[in-house]
């Protein structure tokens, strides 16, 4: 079976085949850096990390995700902060990397800062006035949405609709109010860079398209973001990309994720409801973060909430608590293979519902076995599956042995387990279950068992 991915252009899923044979390039809008990544920022890191993943098993892929260090809320923030530009965006970038790390997200291939790209920007942005599809106008350069046919093809919008019904106020020197900005002018105190048009900087859109074709080429597999990236975003990027390459396609596949909301609420400033990831990886395992976020499908809405997070605990308990004491050899590991079903699941179109689901069948299959050599050959499947949706990376016992705040701390746990076994071997019972009592409202679940008791976290 081929990989299938919903293509937004096409409007439906379809079957993959990169342009050329056993090579995938994808890029990947990354963060302007001038603050902390928030949860729903990382649901297009996670869920494209795991399709770079994907792909990785089958072709040799480049994958690119942008830095954009120039950006006029990047110079807000300077000038709210009296911090320099250069000092705020290498902070946040390593912040961004750091945090995402943390969710288990690997780094690209390729990961471009707009501010190195700038002469490729100036080279494009010539190409596109040389062609007709660009004019210059008060030391801006704009794109002309008036001669590129296909405009509004990506975000199924009508351009006349949207011209007629334009409520925008139009800047004096643009031909329409749908005219976007490829450079615009810079006062002394603005980052700024000479170009044909003066000193100025680019505007957002060019900055996503000269690095993609600089690190991917002119034609790109799969480009990636979030739902709201389509319009005006994606579109500009395509018109631009494939004007400035005599009518090429930019993308032959494009990709995009539903939106996160905190408890039914969308996230927003005003409300203070923004979760950052910085914040939440100070108290809560990557892991499970990672897992909440890929626990619905990457397109549909995920409404983020406390039951969202004990939930995704709750199922990586149980996945460490199957594999939990078994040896694994390095020879059985590196032979092990991740189950086909759970492969399948995931190339068709990303879907982590189902691939969960394989996954706790394999728990379950492992959980079940009295057989040593089928327990080992189970549980180095299930690392297998793991490596592959960057889950289980850790030492189960290391799991189990840590906790969140308010949790029952684990060498509490384990104290209270060893006076139990003294009170058992005394057969004091009721003192061994009022102890297994006092656990149990604390969530940790025990179980005796031939090597001695063992617990786990109920979530
Ligand atoms: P921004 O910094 O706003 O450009 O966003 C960075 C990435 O996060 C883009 O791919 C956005 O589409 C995505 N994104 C922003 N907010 C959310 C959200 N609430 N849910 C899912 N994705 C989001
Ligand atoms: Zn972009």
Redesign the pocket.
Known sequence: MTIQLHDTLRGRKVPFEPLNAGEVTMY?????VYNY?????????VVFDLLARILRRRYKLTFARNI?DVDDKIIAASQETGEPIEAITACYAKVYNDDMAALGVQPPDVEPYATQHIDVMIAMIEKLIAGGFAYEAEGHVLFDVGAHKKYGELSKRDLREMIAGSRVEVAPYKKAAQDFVLWKPSEDEQPGWDSPWGRGRPGWHIECSAMAEKHLGETIDIH??????VFP?HENECAQSSCAHGGAPFARYWL??????IDET??SKSLGNVLLVHDLIKTIPGEVIRLALLGAHYRQP?DWSAETLSSARRMLDRLYGAVRGIEVSDEVRAAAEVPAALVEALEDDINTPKALAEFFALARALNKSNDPVEMETLAAQMYAAGDLMGLLCSDPEAWFAGHVEGDMPADEIESLIAKRNEARAAKDFQAADAIRDQLAEAGIMIEDGAGGTTWRRNG
């Open positions: 990947l809008c990354g963060p302007t990544a928030h949860i729903g920022n990382a649901r297009p890191a954009t990636a973001g979030g739902m709201d990236l975003h995009h994720n539903g939106f996160l909301s969308k996230m995920l």
